[in-house]
């Protein structure tokens, strides 16, 4: 594999690094925050969703223009906004300051979804494409999970009071989204941009002396609108399929360490580091052995049968420990208690990763619109998916405390299994299979 492709897949993982770091550290630190700031329980919601906000108003201003101008032109912009965003985090004085700060931060983090992607799958050979995909955003984004929640526990250990632990632990976000902006900066454009909408790019010379051979070129004469609406379908299943893999899985990322953690008796913490290292990892590393192998319909599909029987199990056990043989005093004050907290946080842990075999490492890497839509409307096509799975996720995320007040845990629990089996059925049906496959030209063969 040319040192290109993953000299991209590392510059391109430390902004989805970035992005997983600044998601996850809401989650660890919004109690925190309340003991600087006074807000309702929809204020919490707006503020935990303030980057999904920002990032569905961006994707698509960036989308449009990266088609237009190229990827190369604007990378490095995305992660030099991340950085002021979360920079602002740890300065702001009120809940207002607080919140438009998130909002900045998700601007570059809307932007950093329609372009690394787009970017790594369009210097990625068909052989290899599922794997290093995987690589750059579900294990990178997992790691900034883990690395946010070292950085908070390094900051309760110093005793530090809690206005300034979380004014520490979000604002921290920025150092990774800087230490790649000159990197960026300096990458070249994409072999699939240039091969199909650019070939008379100035970085043609370059890439083809270090590649050793030229680039295959064959510029895309279809209409920008053309293609868009050739594509709608992909684009529209995309969407849908990432809205609903977001509508649980980002809820259970940003409330899963307080409100799961809580209702299982352990520290957020702890909860962090178990599902990561016993279920997140795991996952990861199986999906990226098998993708390129048995496919990524397969791996979809069984990972949301995982995921649909283990939180219907874990529904089931809040609704009434009897079914698992428990005793109902395992249930106390809407908290599970002994055996079954341990049995519950398994249940938990198995649908963790059963997603990290599949969903999460495939649909949450932003895989399937790139994959799908042609060069020259990529960008664009994977901008709709970003702006309707953050808008979407955004309003959900902003109900959740609501929700979970009016409902309960076990209800909402119960409802995320049955949106895994609906998102198993829209794979099976329409979506096609693109292991091994080219986007559109072997990006590496020889000769023209």
């Not at 101008?69 to 207002?96: E, F, H, N, T």
């Not at 609903?244 to 962090?272: C, E, K, R, V």
């Not at 907290?341 to 398994?346: I, K, P, Q």
């Not at 629990?413 to 299979?433: C, D, H, N, Q, R």
Request: proline share 4%; net charge positive; glycine share 8%.
């Amino acid at each position: 594999m040319p040192s290109l492709s993953w000299r991209n897949v590392i510059v391109s993982g430390m902004g989805v690094l970035t992005d997983g770091y600044n998601l996850y550290s809401i989650a660890l630190t919004s109690f925190f925050i309340s003991s600087s700031f006074s807000f309702s329980k929809v204020e919490l919601g707006l503020l935990v969703a303030g980057s999904y906000y920002g990032a569905a108003l961006a994707a698509l201003v960036f989308g449009l223009f990266a088609d237009r101008l190229g990827r190369k032109s604007l990378y490095g912009l995305d992660v030099a906004i991340m950085a002021v965003g979360a920079g602002l985090q740890g300065l702001s004085q009120s809940y207002l300051e607080l919140f438009l700060a998130r909002l900045i931060l998700g601007v570059g983090i809307g932007a950093d979804y329609v372009l690394s992607p787009v970017i790594v799958a369009e210097n990625a050979e068909g052989k290899n494409r599922g794997k290093m995909m995987v690589i750059t955003f579900a294990v990178m984004w997992g790691l900034g999970a883990v690395i946010a929640a070292f950085v908070e526990q390094v900051t309760l250990a110093l005793g530090l009071p809690n206005s300034l632990v979380w004014r520490i632990v979000l604002s921290a976000g920025a150092l990774p989204a800087l230490s790649v902006f000159y990197l960026r900066r300096r990458i070249y454009e994409t072999l699939l941009f240039i091969s199909r909408v650019r070939p008379e790019h100035r970085d043609v010379e370059k890439i083809e002396r270090e590649l050793g051979r030229p680039i295959p070129k064959k510029r895309d004469e279809v209409s920008f609108l053309k293609r868009l609406t050739s594509s709608a379908l992909f684009i529209v299943a995309a969407s849908i399929l990432w809205l609903l893999y977001d509508m649980y899985s980002s809820t259970f990322a940003i409330y899963g360490p307080i409100t799961i953690a809580s209702n299982l008796g352990i520290s957020p913490i702890m909860f962090t580091y178990v599902a990561q290292f016993l279920a997140g990892i795991p996952g990861q590393l199986i999906c990226i052995s098998l993708i390129d192998r048995v496919g990524r319909k397969p791996l979809i599909i069984l990972g949301y049968a995982g995921v649909a029987v283990w939180l219907m199990a874990y529904s089931l056990l809040l609704v009434d420990p009897r079914v698992f043989g428990l005793s109902a005093t395992s249930l106390s004050s809407s908290s599970l208690v002994g055996e079954a907290a341990l049995l519950g946080f398994t249940f938990y842990l198995l649908n963790y990763l059963f997603s990290a075999i599949g969903p999460a490492s495939i649909i949450g890497s932003a895989m399937i619109a790139p994959e799908l839509t042609p060069t020259k409307v990529r960008a664009t096509g994977q901008a709709i998916t970003v702006s309707v799975d953050r808008l979407a996720t955004a309003l959900n995320i902003t109900a959740f405390p609501l929700l979970l007040s009016h409902y309960g845990l076990a209800a909402l629990v119960g409802f995320y299994a049955m949106i895994a089996l609906v998102s198993s059925l829209i794979t099976l049906l329409v979506i096609p299979e693109t292991k091994g496959k080219e986007l559109e030209i072997p990006l590496f063969q020889k000769g023209s």
